[in-house]
T-cell receptor
Framework: QQQVKQSPQSLIVQKGGISIINCAYE??????FPWYQQFPGKGPALLIA?????SEKKEGRFTISFNKSAKQFSLHIMDSQPGDSATYFC????????FGTGTSLTVIP | NAGVMQNPRHLVRRRGQEARLRCSPM?????VYWYRQLPEEGLKFMVY????????ESGMPKERFSAEFPKEGPSILRIQQVVRGDSAAYFC?????????????FGEGSRLTVL
């Protein structure tokens, strides 16, 4: 059973546009929601993370929006750049990390 | 401070052989996780270990797969009698603590190809 549902599976965005990736969960015990970025041939690396006591966290061009009542959270990449092209994984954490299935983002110059 | 080190980075095995993947966690990290990633798929949890103990192996196939994290030395993921379906990237991750109290750091993965 997939603990975290992630969409879309793939995303193509023009340079300068906004990339939005969505995740949903059911288990209310989750208390930490990180996003990981993975480039081809590399391991995933932590990009940004949020805890459920806040509704938004922003770090540079990357923002997490968190809706506790809807059990949804999303990653927004503002002013998307070709260098942002990667696979993005959301995760929900209690005693263990549960990852979404990933979104392959391509930013077209 | 070196990151999570995995070796080999690439491994080719014939059907029926054994594959051993090694993972040295970051310094000071006593929690190790193994994940499998198939092409175009996400990260599938396999096993979670602390020093000398398997904490959760619910994601690991019951047969042919085993993992250990000895008191000294790296964590080992062992796949016996490999089959073509075992071809995947295997990622190790480590943390200082369990779950939401510890950030997860990943290695660069070991890519297993079974001929």
């Amino acid at each position: 059973q997939q603990q975290v549902k992630q969409s879309p599976q793939s995303l193509i965005v023009q340079k300068g546009g906004i990339s939005i990736i969505n995740c949903a969960y059911e288990n209310t015990a989750f208390d930490y929601f990180p996003w990981y970025q993975q480039f081809p041939g590399k391991g995933p690396a932590l990009l940004i993370a949020i805890r459920p006591d806040v509704s938004e966290k922003k770090e540079g061009r990357f923002t997490i929006s968190f809706n506790k009542s809807a059990k949804q959270f999303s990653l927004h990449i503002m002013d998307s750049q070709p260098g942002d092209s990667a696979t993005y994984f959301c995760a929900a954490v209690d005693n263990q990390f549960y990852f979404g299935t990933g979104t392959s983002l391509t930013v077209i110059p | 401070n070196a990151g999570v080190m995995q070796n080999p980075r690439h491994l080719v095995r014939r059907r029926g052989q054994e594959a051993r993947l090694r993972c040295s966690p970051m310094k000071g990290h006593s929690h190790v996780y193994w994940y499998r990633q198939l092409p175009e798929e996400g990260l599938k949890f396999m096993v979670y270990l602390q020093k000398e103990n398997i904490i959760d192996e619910s994601g690991m196939p019951k047969e042919r797969f085993s993992a250990e994290f000895p008191k000294e030395g790296p964590s080992i993921l062992r796949i016996q009698q490999v089959v073509r379906g075992d071809s995947a990237a295997y990622f190790c991750a480590s943390s200082t603590d369990r779950g939401s109290t510890g950030e997860l750091f990943f290695g660069e993965g070991s890519r297993l190809t079974v001929l």
